[in-house]
């Protein structure tokens, strides 16, 4: 995608994929929210560039093509795959950005390890313990089908953006970018039908690992330099939330998305890539 090189770095629990896109020695490590894969975040990247840094961005453990296991999806666990892959890619001190899931993990990871990063963005996702999110989602992913007769099946048609987010359309991605955006969560079978790479019951383990405690305390440790994005309309992040992140770590940088829903990579990447470039230029060293 976008000239990004796979390769596969092994970890502990197996082999984990990254796309990876050459830019300046300065690193830049992304972090795709539940269901995603790195390919999310292509748009984003191909909007900072060609002075962009080197970016990397992985598929989760449970997503993609990597690792999927029984057990072993609390946020900790999560945490320590970006630390392995930050150590085995020999990163020094990489920019941290995370989007949902990703968002959680990035939190956690920056209040707990501060020097393992230069910074961290963290896109649209509370610290709060949240049960009927939990609940929906785990439903939702059992109403979903096992495999699609093919591949444009399951991809089903596009989306056509919300009111909320209409004024941004020309910062989306084509319908192709999506495309293939989808097409690399799924895989073949035999047959010729189609069904995740991502494995449901880990999605399912790790939403209800994640959203049944509350990270508040690791909210309260973040420090500068962070950035919070959260978009205006999302329904990931209610407003009593986000006012009391605000109030409770004023030290963070806030910039509100208006109109913006949840899914920030692919419905505003341009927005997201101009506020990264200004976050970033912002950091020491």
């Known amino acids: 995608m976008n000239g990004a090189r796979e390769t596969f770095v092994d970890l502990p629990a197996g082999p984990f994929r990254t796309l990876d896109w050459p830019g300046s020695e300065r690193a830049v490590l992304f972090l795709h929210g539940l269901t995603g894969v790195a390919e ?11 002075d962009r840094p080197r970016c990397i ?17 609390g946020i900790g ?31 956690v990871l920056a209040a707990r390890y501060p020097a393992a990063i230069r910074s961290v963005a963290i ?18 992913f059992d109403r979903m089908p096992p495999s699609w007769p093919d591949a444009e099946a399951s991809i089903g048609r596009p989306r ?15 319908a192709e970018t999506l495309r293939e955006i989808a097409l690399a969560r799924l895989k073949t079978l035999p047959g010729g039908s189609v069904t995740w790479h991502a494995d449901r ?12 405690r509350n990270y508040w305390h690791e ?30 770590n004023p030290s963070v940088a806030w910039e509100e998305f208006d109109g913006v829903g949840h899914n920030v990579p692919l419905i505003a990447p ?8 200004r976050f970033w230029r912002q950091v020491p060293g």
């Open 40 to 50: 999310v975040w292509g748009p984003t990247i191909a909007t900072l560039g060609p």
């Open 57 to 73: 961005a992985i598929d989760q453990r449970g997503h993609g093509q990597s690792p999927k296991q029984a057990s072993s999806y």
């Open 77 to 107: 666990t999560f945490v320590a795959d970006t630390l392995g892959i930050i150590e085995a890619l020999g990163l020094k001190r990489p920019h941290l950005v995370g989007h949902s899931m990703g968002a959680r993990v990035a939190m």
């Open 123 to 140: 896109v649209d996702i509370g610290p709060e313990e949240w049960k009927a999110n939990w609940q929906e989602t785990v439903a939702a």
């Open 160 to 174: 056509t953006p919300s009111s909320t987010d209409a004024d941004l359309v020309s910062g989306r991605p084509d």
């Open 201 to 212: 019951e880990a999605l399912k383990k790790a939403v209800v690992s994640h959203r049944t």
């Open 219 to 248: 909210w309260r440790q973040v420090t500068p330099p962070a950035l919070y994005i959260h978009g205006g309309a999302s329904t990931e992040v209610r407003p009593h939330v986000a006012a009391r992140m605000r109030e409770t």
């Open 270 to 277: 341009q927005q997201l890539a101009a506020s990264l470039s």
